[in-house]
């Protein structure tokens, strides 16, 4: 199974904290995907700092292509509204339900997805 890398950690592999050492190891196997959404989070601040090497190095990564279904967008935001979960924004139901979609686990640091969680589907990856 590959897991879906958010951006939350590749924020901190990028500042070698956090869970670093754990994207290291998926990196090593090769049992990792990215999709655009993530890249359209990472990248921008990449080309400010003018990170042109890494840019090009994320670029090659194997993408989890987004298909996103907006009833079903809909479905986890009245989900998580219902259960007081707020502040979860649309683009972290459209990486959830691509992990869904394409049978990934999900590593992230994002407190939104543990609690989105409890009430839809998504595997979280833990070590």
Known sequence: MSILVDSSVWIDFLRNTGRADELEF???????????LILAE?????????????????????????SIDWNQIIRFQTVCLANGING????????????????????TNDKHFLLLSRYIDIEIYEV
């Open 42 to 66: 990472l990248i921008p601040p990449l080309n400010i700092q003018k990170q042109t090497k890494l840019i090009s190095l994320l670029r090659e990564i194997n993408r989890q292509v987004i």
């Open 88 to 107: 979860v924004g649309i683009p972290d139901l459209i990486i959830a339900q691509n992990a869904l979609q394409g049978r990934l686990k999900l590593m």
């Open 26 to 36: 998926l990196i090593e196997e090769n049992i990792f995907v990215i999709n655009d």
